[in-house]
């Protein structure tokens, strides 16, 4: 069984820019979440995504989206780089509907300066 | 006021004692409760994965749910130098998980040989 991957692992960017973030889900999950943690706190529910649509949202703003894909991979965009995003971004995959928990992969260190 | 209160720590004890981890929280609503380890650089780990009030265990680790007092605990039995992490509790209100899990900050726990 394949579990989550994500990638990059780490990730500089400047003020401004725009980041692509990427995540394969665990083989058989259909469902992907992406999470914002920053340094010394829990995540932070920024999105999910189920049959290519997004279907729930935390409180993030639309500079904030994201794509799912065919093959239930994913993707998190993120416009307009504040210094505040530098952190470590989790992408985790489940089953909709049923006792699904979330199984996380390694996340993607955000630095942006 | 959070919606979900953890001690931050650090826990230190020494090895083979047993652990105790906690988290309160605010939001009735709530209904299915996990625990996750998160060691440095990782992304957290499912342990434990409960719904509504009650107890589980699994191995050397057993959750109790108390709804009424709205407190988890989490609890680690003859501790292993390996369990040395950050421990994060979560919950959410709805099974698919569309509104997101709600973290705890984390607990970081340090067992010592």
């Known amino acids: 069984e394949t579990g989550v991957t994500q990638s990059p692992t780490h990730l500089i960017k400047t003020r401004g820019q725009q980041v692509t973030l990427r995540c394969s889900s665990q083989?058989?999950?259909?469902?992907v979440s992406w999470y914002q943690q920053a340094l010394g706190q829990g995540p932070q529910f920024i999105f999910q995504?189920?049959?290519?649509?997004?279907?729930g949202r935390g409180n993030f703003p639309p500079r904030f989206s994201g794509l799912q894909f065919p093959n239930y991979s994913s993707e998190l965009n993120v416009n307009a780089l504040e210094l505040d995003d530098s952190a470590l971004y989790l992408c985790?995959?489940?089953?909709?509907?049923?006792?699904?928990?979330?199984?996380f992969g390694n996340g993607t260190r955000l630095t942006v300066t | 006021q959070k919606e979900v209160e953890q001690d931050p720590g650090p826990l230190s004890v020494p090895e083979g004692a047993i652990v105790s981890l906690n988290c309160t929280y605010s939001?009735?609503?709530?209904?299915?409760f996990m625990w996750y380890r998160q060691y440095s650089r990782k992304g957290p780990e499912l342990l434990m994965y409960?719904?509504?009030?009650g107890n589980k265990e699994d191995g050397r680790f057993t959750a109790q749910v108390d709804k009424s007092s709205k407190y988890i605990s989490l609890f680690i039995r003859d501790s292993q130098p390996s369990d040395s992490a950050t421990y994060l509790c979560?919950?959410?209100?709805?099974?698919?998980?569309?509104?997101?899990?709600?973290f705890g900050k984390g607990t970081h726990l340090i067992i010592q040989p």
């Open positions: 979560a919950m959410s209100a709805n099974r698919g998980g569309a509104d997101g899990l709600t």
């Open positions: 985790a995959s489940s089953l909709q509907g049923g006792l699904s928990p979330l199984h």
């Open positions: 409960t719904y509504s009030s």
């Open positions: 939001n009735s609503a709530f209904q299915y």
């Open positions: 995504y189920y049959r290519e649509e997004e279907n």
């Open positions: 083989s058989g999950h259909n469902t």
